[in-house]
Structure formats: C-alpha cells, structure tokens
C-alpha cells in the first residue's frame, strides 16, 4: 500500500538542504529507499532493527543488552534518522533507552521521522516496513515479525518520551497514524 507522509517530505527537505548529510534508516535496507536517499555527497547507513528487536525479545534480552549489539554509532554521527514504526513495535521497557540511544547519535539539529498508531485499529494490525518511492510518498510492505503495533501512546507520552533531548516540531496524522518529526536539541 502507498500513502503520503509530509513527515518524509520535511524530513527529506532538511536532508537534501545538507551539502553532505549522513542519514540512517533503522527500516533496513531496500533498493527503493537507497534510491531516494543516496545522492551527491550524501552517506547512508541502513540497520534493520525491527528484525533485530524482534529476536531480542524473542531471546527476552534487555533494552541494555538489545542496545550493546544494535544501534552503535558514535556519538553525533548522524543529520537524520528514520525511525518508521520502531517505536510503535517496541515493548515498554525499551522505549527510553532507545529515545536516548536516538538522541546520542544524532548531531545537535538533526532530524528523526517517527510513526506511531493514532488508533486501536491501526495498532492491531501486523507490523510493516517503509520504502521510499518518491519525495514524501512511501510504501508499506509486510515485516515478517511478530510485532504488532500496540503501543498506543497520548501526546503527554510522546512528550515524556522524547523530552530528553528533542523537540517535536510537528505532528501529523494520516491513515490513523502520528507522524513525528523530531529535532535533537543541543546540548546534553
């Protein structure tokens, strides 16, 4: 299914507005999404950390050891990141540590394009993965994980969430889903 995402449009503008962006995709790597990506002087990174967060739970790994083998860039490495559903996958426990693993590598001002389920409906059903097919237009494909996107969360939890060391400069909904992009605040 494709859908647009002003999330990804304004997500993609700060990046093409970067004469040498260093972007991540924690979705994983797909051809389409490289596509969009990559460009003159931009770098990639791709990490497919729902596959990777669903064997962590699966194995009952804590979000610290979860966190000692995934995600490891050093510090300010990255301009953008896209999270897609991986806060909305993950279990509890896990939601801080990854909010400040998230805020850890991005470089003050740098960008993260989050989706969450706006819905019960949208929560039940089974996780998907994001590619990108054009500028702020994406297509969801099955993830293959067990996940579902349970994690149904209020604007007070978002804020809580992510108030270590982001602002969330917009949120959007569109096919009963939250579109949060976020900005990492200088400092700390």
Not at 149 to 156: D, G, H, K, S, Y
Request: charged content about 25%; overall charge neutral; hydrophobic content about 45%.
């Amino acid at each position: 299914m494709e859908r647009q995402s002003v999330g990804l449009r304004r997500l993609m503008d700060f990046v093409e507005s970067l004469p040498e962006a260093v972007v991540l995709d924690l979705g994983g790597a797909s051809q389409a999404s490289i596509d969009h990506l990559a460009g003159p002087g931009r770098r990639l990174y791709a990490e497919d950390a729902l596959r990777s967060l669903a064997e962590a739970v699966e194995r009952s790994q804590s979000a610290d050891d979860y966190l000692k083998a995934n995600i490891k860039y050093p510090a300010g490495t990255f301009h953008a990141a896209l999270c897609w559903n991986l806060f909305g996958c993950a279990p509890a426990a896990f939601l801080a540590p990854l909010a400040d693993r998230l805020q850890e590598i991005l470089r003050p001002g740098g960008r993260a394009l989050a989706l969450l389920p706006a819905s019960i409906a949208s929560a039940r059903r089974p996780a998907v993965r994001y590619e990108i097919l054009g500028p702020g237009l994406v297509r969801q494909r099955d993830a293959s994980t067990p996940f579902k996107e349970e994690r149904l969360l209020t604007r007070r939890e978002i804020d809580k969430l992510f108030d270590r060391g982001f602002d969330v400069t917009d949120i959007f909904t569109a096919d009963a889903f939250h579109e949060l992009l976020l900005v990492r605040r200088a400092g700390r």
